[in-house]
């Protein structure tokens, strides 16, 4: 079973052939929505939308501990999340896709480990590649076959939400080697990682970050949604593309 989580545009996948629908519960609580049981490109897909259906929970508000569980009670070993980014790198202009290889985490007071409270042992988990290198290539190799331009690497940064970023913070990223700037990548990349879960990220850019490109007066939201809708056709070729050439093991 490969889990697809879906972000801000994608709240369902047009492509899937849905079977049925399951309201999962987790000692977590509740993930962001139900289930969403399905084929894809002949694959066993289960589908989340990450926000819930409507946009329910925003990025700071989501319960990725309820998610991440909810799909690994599902037999999942694969991880595909789609994420919508601020572009910093230049060759990253609005609607252009990426799948990033390193992380920066500038959240905070998520709740970003399964390893908590009395009863837990100590573990760290080794997080020195964030995203799982072979299933980066898979999608990789998806893009290729569908003949889409995507970024082949990129540090994601992650900050905290819901608002977005001053100037001056992501001059900051810039500086620190971030390429991109979302508000859900983590603790949701970690979570997946304490679970065994394969997880790589399409990274979506909506926009350029604030003081970039486009956005040096102030980000323009509305064209952002239009971009997104549209690069939303490239994701969703990019899927079916990716699991009709089979993942490993
Ligand atoms: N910043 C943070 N998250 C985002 C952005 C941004 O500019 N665009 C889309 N998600």
């Not at 939308?49 to 309820?66: D, F, K, T």
């Not at 001053?166 to 983590?186: F, H, K, P, Q």
């Not at 604030?210 to 939303?232: L, P, R």
Request: glycine share 12%.
């Amino acid at each position: 079973m490969i889990a697809i989580i879906g972000g801000s545009s994608l709240s369902q996948l047009a492509s899937l052939q849905t079977t049925h629908r399951q309201v999962v519960r987790t000692p977590y609580g509740e993930p962001s929505c139900a289930l969403t049981f399905g084929q894809l490109s002949g694959r066993n897909v289960v589908f989340l939308a990450r926000h819930g259906y409507g946009h329910m929970h925003a990025p700071h508000e989501i319960n990725y501990r309820a998610n991440l569980w909810a799909l690994k009670a599902q037999q999942v070993r694969h991880v595909l999340a789609i994420g919508s980014v601020g572009g910093i790198h230049p060759g990253l202009a609005p609607g252009a896709l990426a799948i990033p290889d390193q992380l920066l985490d500038y959240t905070w007071g998520r709740k970003h480990t399964f390893f908590e409270g009395p009863d837990s042992p100590v573990v760290h988990v080794d997080f020195t590649q964030p995203y799982t290198p072979g299933l980066r290539q898979c999608l990789l190799d998806g893009a290729l076959q569908a003949g889409l331009d995507v970024l082949d690497g990129g540090t994601y940064a992650c900050t905290q939400g819901p608002r977005l970023e001053t100037a001056a913070e992501i001059a900051r990223l810039r500086r620190d080697g971030a390429d991109m700037v979302g508000m859900t990548g983590m603790p949701e990349a970690v979570l997946a990682r304490e679970l065994k879960l394969d997880y790589a990220c399409v990274a979506v850019v909506a926009n350029d970050a604030a003081g970039c490109g486009t956005s040096t007066g102030q980000i323009d939201f509305t064209a952002a949604g239009v971009v997104m809708e549209q690069a939303m056709v490239k994701v969703e070729r990019l899927l079916a593309t990716t699991l009709a050439l089979g993942l490993y093991h």
